[in-house]
């Protein structure tokens, strides 16, 4: 008998963007019919490739609700005293609701102390201990990040359980894999964390229905990574050799053993961003008693 053998479907997070989008259109022009934009603020320090590629994202999908947007490009070795002096005034900018830190900073500046600077309120994506701690609880009132509630989003969206199914995070950055582990768990996953120096790293993730790559490394996720029918996302932001975006999987690789991966870019990023633009409305709403 001839084996057929299936590909994996690549899922696209357009759909799902698509859908958070939309609502938000209607909501924004609701709300500049009363007389004020929501408006983004982005600082910016250097020009890192995948901080580049969010700006890119965030500018567009911005543009198209209705938020205004404004980026403050920081000198690559900007001291620690004047990074705090922009992101005070942004803090204090009546006309900014929301601002996104592009993370990790260069090493010169301290994360540790200037988390505690940006105001919890318009911190949307989470860099603020106040948020990090209501995501550790639970707690829905603050700002989850945007690229692990992302991660959620799209699983959902395309009727993968997360109740019980066993999650592998490749990652432990502050940013997405210790967060998005977190965001798992409050859905009733079992999460496992595994890293670069995790030992026998392929067997561990080989493991898992569902595999949740953020660990940096251009296409490190080869075929014996993941079990037969895994979902796979691919949080990765790299450039190849050849200068193009890739994810942190090699997905030609992997594509016939799983049963769905998201592609890089137009994966998680797209939904990234919609998740932005709703937390800026969300905090705007929450400044403005709406
Ligand atoms: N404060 C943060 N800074 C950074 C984060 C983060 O999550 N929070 N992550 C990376 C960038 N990143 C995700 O990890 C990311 C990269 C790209 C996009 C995006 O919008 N991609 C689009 C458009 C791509 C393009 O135009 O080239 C897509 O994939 O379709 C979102 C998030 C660094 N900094």
Do not use: W
């Amino acid at each position: 008998m001839e084996v057929v053998q299936t590909k994996g479907q690549i899922i696209k997070g357009k759909p799902v963007a698509d859908q958070i989008s939309e609502n938000l259109i209607k909501e924004v022009n609701e709300l500049v019919k009363e007389g004020i934009n929501p408006k983004l603020t982005i600082i910016r320090v250097g020009a890192r490739g995948d901080d580049l590629a969010y700006e890119r994202g965030a500018l567009k999908r911005c543009e198209n609700i209705g938020i205004t947007t404004e980026v403050l490009e920081l000198a690559e070795d900007i001291a620690q005293e004047q990074y705090i002096e922009t992101l005070k005034k942004v803090n204090e900018d009546k006309d900014v609701h929301g601002i996104l830190c592009f993370r990790p900073l260069p090493k010169q500046l301290n994360e540790e102390s200037i988390k505690y600077v940006i105001s919890p309120e318009k911190d949307v994506d989470c860099f603020s201990p106040v948020n990090a701690a209501k995501v550790m609880e639970g707690d829905q009132s603050g700002f989850p990040p945007c690229t692990p509630t992302a991660v959620v989003e799209i699983l959902k969206h395309y009727g993968v359980e997360l109740k019980g199914a066993k999650v592998t995070v490749l990652g432990r950055s502050m940013v997405v894999g210790k967060p998005a582990a977190m965001l798992l768990l409050n859905e009733h996953a079992t999460v496992t964390i595994c890293h670069s120096r995790t030992k026998d790293l392929a067997n561990v993730t080989s493991e898992a229905d569902i595999l949740v790559a953020a660990v940096g490394r251009a296409k490190m996720v080869k075929e014996n990574f993941v079990k037969e029918g895994a979902v796979v996302v691919d949080v990765g932001i790299n450039v190849d050799e050849e200068g193009k975006l890739c994810g942190d999987v090699d997905t030609d690789d992997v594509l016939d053993k799983v049963s769905m991966i998201t592609p890089v870019p137009a994966g998680v990023g797209s939904v990234t961003t919609s998740i932005l633009a709703k937390h800026v409305v969300k905090a705007y709403k929450l400044q403005n008693n709406k």
